[in-house]
């Protein structure tokens, strides 16, 4: 009797842990009202910015234990703004981006490193303009509190990267020459709210 009992209590005991292991992971959208994708890149002598006003994702956490966590997200290539309509123009024309054939850039990552206190080193692959790279995102997780909603909680980020645009293809008119750099510096701040 005691050999079935094992039998059944054995396995019942590994689900329970399981579950358990589950419950761990929380799932944060990113909130993009409150929330910005922005980057600067060298013109002449100085660096302009700019940012993208549509994007959207969602960060998978493992609290218990941040390198199993996970992010994924996207962006919309055609809501690029500069602050002048005329540059926005080209940069969705085939000269840089080609937003009528390349619509998102995307980001899944791959793996976590505690790097400090709230720090981070989130390896992943970018897809942009056609071309996938690894690059590297340096995380800053700046805490958890309590959303606007009963019972909901939020998790701020920062993130930053650079990475080369011609490695994506993206050289933009051999007019330009020197006058554009080739580095861009994307940084990120993100607000999430955990799915209920």
Known sequence: MDKYIR?????????????????TVETYVIDSVHSSVGFTIRHMVS???GNFTQ????????REDFEKSSVEASVELSSVDTRNEKRNGH???????DVAKYTTA??????????GEDKYA??????????????????????????????????????????????FGISGPAILGTVLGDEVTINITIEAGMKP
């Open 55 to 62: 994007f959207s994702g969602q960060i998978m956490l493992d």
């Open 91 to 97: 940069l969705q024309s085939p000269d840089f981006f």
């Open 7 to 23: 039998l059944l209590v054995i396995p019942a005991l590994a689900l329970g842990f399981l579950n358990l292991a589950r419950a």
């Open 122 to 167: 989130v390896t992943g692959d970018l897809n942009l303009h056609g071309v996938t790279k690894e690059v590297l995102l340096e995380v800053t997780l700046l805490g958890f509190g309590p959303g606007m909603k009963p019972n909901s909680r939020l998790s701020g980020w920062e993130a930053t990267t650079k990475i080369n645009k011609s490695d």
């Open 47 to 49: 660096k302009v910015p």
């Open 106 to 115: 995307t980001f899944k990552s791959k793996t976590w490193q505690k790097t």
